[in-house]
């Protein structure tokens, strides 16, 4: 270990960049051997690694800052990697650097709740602001210097958008969905710019575990969306991200077209908090428990803001009073099969759980299949469905061999709706999105249990939820168990559903608030 954090160390930036698969492979050796010792083992490990690295090179000190990050799940390494990354000199880490390391943050974030300590957070917004800034003083710009209300065309509104893929990826049925509202409701002309910063490649260097963005590139060749029926402008920036002239470019078509607002699909959008400089913009935040990252005037969240919002926003430059509460909805993407359980590997007469998502190797835990292993122990009528991106599933189910007798994994589906129509239960494991799935299971008239944590308890409402895996556990067996308690909180789903899918009372309203308050400003 010692040999090799020295030797890490004394490489130059070009030498270490060549060498960066070859490190991240012994990273990963380490990573398994470490798992298989004792917590007490593990802790030690990284602390030695942290402390080995304290006074080198920053790209040194932020790949293994951030290995120790994702292996402990430590706040503590979460804040010393932001702290690092803040201060790095852009003579070693770079503003293009630096921006990708936020967006590599912002995953790891997103998936392990147990790293965003309040200090973490704060950094995140300090950084997204530093970063920002940099941007603008690059182009120029120097603070707000908005169109006049009088100049801008009300009945046109620019929409920005990080990605843009299919109906199957929830941001995108998002921001298509958001599109409809503002045109079938609030009669405005869309324009769709997908600036393609989600998770940009340009400016990669060495973070442990990297991930990359996809990106459609059949999309660019198009000029219009449609959903539902309607049709939006759209344009596609090209996927070399972030480009000063391709950012220039958004900005020269905000100043030509003039439009009443933007608005900001998910946040952490530089390009599109560049063009808020000119046009008021509003930031829909796509992890609606949790304010955005972003730099814009307002914010439409599904929360109260509380006292460490407060303290982000103003980190970011924004007013909390300009972050609007308006319930999150949903659009779904039809149903256009009917399957059976048989077709789907499901046992008849069987109360099938039913457990989704696109990252379950990180969101399903221990704690959570210890307590699935212990309900169908109680009950051999249960039986579990994993629906999604689980590659690690057949080897984590052989730790829980009672479960593994009762679980099915089904992949991934494009028909969500006709999976869920063949289940009984959604159970939804700790974590942040899911959102979108748990809408689709209570449109389907099946009950959910949650935590009161992330994306699925806001959506769902306050009668799905559980306190803790124990009270999970118990209220499935309840529901498995107890056919006029299912029955009523069957109802109460289908209840729920209708009001996720009435997007024109929910976002439309507080959109039309919002407004009314540019009018007077």
């Known amino acids: 270990m010692k040999q090799f954090l020295n030797a890490i160390k004394q490489y130059g930036l070009e030498e270490y960049f060549a060498r960066f698969g070859e490190i991240e492979q012994i990273l990963k050796n ?5 798992n298989s010792g004792t917590r007490q083992e593990k802790e030690k490990t990284l602390e030695y690694m942290a402390a080995q690295v304290r006074g080198a090179k920053g790209w040194v000190k932020i790949h293994i800052l951030s290995f120790c990050m994702k292996v402990g799940g430590s706040a503590g390494f979460a804040e010393e990697l932001l702290d690092t990354v803040l201060r790095a000199d852009v003579g070693e880490v770079g503003e293009y650097n630096k921006l990708s390391h936020f967006w590599q943050m912002s995953t790891t974030f997103f998936l392990k709740n147990d790293l965003q300590s309040l200090a973490a957070k704060e950094k995140m917004a300090e950084l997204y602001r530093q970063l920002f800034l940099a941007f603008a003083g690059s182009l120029g710009l120097k603070g707000r210097n908005y169109i006049p209300w009088q100049e801008r065309e009300k009945n046109l509104v620019f929409v920005f958008t990080s990605q843009v893929l299919g109906l199957e990826h929830a941001p995108t049925k998002t921001l298509l969905d ?15 710019i997908n600036t393609a910063m989600q998770i940009p490649q340009k400016g990669q260097a060495p973070f442990y575990g990297l991930v990359n963005a996809e990106y459609a590139d059949v999309l660019s060749d198009l000029c219009e969306l449609e959903f539902k029926g309607e049709h939006f402008g759209f344009w596609q920036c090209e996927n070399k991200m972030p480009d000063l002239e391709l950012m220039a470019e958004c900005i020269r078509m905000v100043k030509r077209r003039k439009p009443e607002f933007l608005l900001s699909i998910g946040g952490s959008d530089i390009c599109a908090d560049l063009c808020g400089l000119f046009v008021p913009q509003i930031t829909v935040s796509t992890v609606f428990s949790k304010i955005a990252v972003s730099c814009g005037e307002y914010q439409i969240v599904d ?6 919002d407060r303290m982000v926003l103003s980190i970011l430059g924004a007013e909390p009073h300009k972050t609007k509460r308006a319930r999150f909805t949903f659009s779904f993407k039809e149903q256009s099969h009917n399957f059976t359980r048989k077709e789907l590997g499901l046992s008849e007469g069987k109360f099938v759980l039913i457990i989704v998502g696109w990252r379950l190797d990180a969101e399903v835990d221990s704690a959570f299949l210890e307590m699935l292993e212990r309900v169908v122990k109680q009950n051999e ?15 984590r189910m052989k730790s829980y061999p009672l479960l593994e007798e009762n679980s099915r994994f089904l992949g991934k589906q494009m028909d969500a709706l006709a999976v869920l129509k063949c289940c009984s239960l959604y159970v939804n494991p700790k974590r942040n999105g899911g959102g979108s799935s748990v809408s689709e299971a209570l449109y389907q008239g099946l009950p959910a249990v949650t935590l009161p944590i992330g994306d699925v308890s806001v959506a ?6 559980v306190p803790d895996y124990g009270a999970m556990e118990r209220q499935i067996l309840r529901c498995a168990e107890d056919s006029e308690y299912y029955r009523q909180m069957a109802g109460d789903a289908r209840e729920r559903a209708e009001q996720l899918l009435d997007s024109g009372n929910g976002f439309g309203t507080v959109i039309s608030e919002i407004e009314n308050e540019l009018i007077l400003e």
Do not use: P
């Not at 629906?387 to 599933?393: E, N, Q, R, W, Y």
């Not at 769902?460 to 939820?465: C, I, L, R, S, T």
């Open 30 to 34: 380490i990573e398994s051997k470490i």
């Open 303 to 308: 929360k109260e803001v509380n006292e460490t």
């Open 381 to 395: 009528q249960i039986e579990a469905a994993f629906m999604g991106v689980f590659d690690s599933f057949a080897a």
């Open 178 to 192: 958001r599109c409809y509202v503002l045109k079938k409701y609030l009669h405005k002309e869309v324009f769709i």
């Open 460 to 465: 769902a409402g306050e009668k799905f939820w």
